[in-house]
């Protein structure tokens, strides 16, 4: 079955970096595109970026541009999210999420969420 | 950038009734490219449609999804009581957007 595990909580400072992991299984990886959404506590859902896990292109949102990078590492099947520059306002939990199938841009699978704290 | 603004905000009703969420778009969303979501407190979100009716797998057929262009809705025929929950929508067809979620509650 699809799974989509990604790394424990993290405690960062403002101004540091924090890359979150997500690893899938259950699938071939690089069929399909995995997206990346973050949740501010009692807030809305907000899309981040996406990358193409078989040629590994990224597509980033405006917001996040400066300071936001994806990667992944094929043969281990993860997916990477860092971001940068950290404020207080990037608070929130991280979903990692596959797409229903390739260039079907609906989240189907999510991973169970990162909470990300950024506090001095 | 495509908005997508959902109303109303927070609905309360009983179970049994039945509910139709709104999801408008401030451009036309081509091809239909349109998704719901349900999220429970402490849960990651669930796909419920895609294609703005598409059912995802395993999701209930007193759940329907329709519309077109800029006007979406979503309609739960006889709530039941894990219905309870934050609905969002999402559209793909122009990058990627979510609506600001509308909250069904227990009346």
């Known amino acids: 079955q699809v799974q989509l595990v990604q790394s424990g909580a993290e405690v960062k400072k403002p101004g540091a970096s924090v890359k979150v992991s997500c690893k899938a299984s259950?699938?071939?990886?690089?069929?399909?595109?995995i997206h990346w959404v973050r949740q501010a506590p009692g807030l809305g859902l907000e899309w981040m970026g996406i990358?193409?896990?078989?040629?590994?292109?990224?597509t980033y949102s405006q917001k996040f541009q400066d300071r936001l990078t994806m990667t992944r590492d094929t043969p281990t099947g993860t997916v990477y999210m860092e971001l940068s520059s950290l404020r207080s306002e990037d608070t929130a939990v991280y979903y990692c999420?596959?797409?229903?199938?390739?260039?079907?841009?609906?989240?189907?699978?999510w991973g169970q969420g990162t909470l990300v704290t950024v506090s001095s | 950038e495509i908005v997508l603004t959902q109303s109303p905000g927070t609905l309360s009703l009983s179970p049994g009734e039945r509910v139709t969420l709104s999801c408008r778009a401030s451009?036309?969303?081509?091809?239909?490219?349109l998704a719901w979501y349900q999220q429970k407190p402490g849960q990651a979100p669930r796909l419920l449609f895609h294609?703005?009716?598409s059912r995802a797998t395993g999701i209930p057929d007193r759940f329907s999804g329709s519309g077109s262009g800029t006007d979406f809705t979503l309609t739960i025929s006889r709530l039941e009581p894990e219905d309870f929950a934050v609905y969002y929508c999402?559209?793909?067809?122009?990058?990627?957007?979510f609506g600001q979620g509308t909250r069904l509650e227990i009346k």
């Open positions: 999420a596959r797409e229903v199938a390739l260039g079907v841009g609906a989240m189907s699978f």
């Open positions: 259950g699938y071939t990886f690089a069929n399909y595109y």
């Open positions: 990358i193409n896990c078989g040629g590994g292109d990224t």
């Open positions: 451009q036309s969303v081509s091809g239909r490219q």
């Open positions: 294609g703005a009716s």
């Open positions: 999402q559209q793909y067809s122009r990058s990627y957007t």
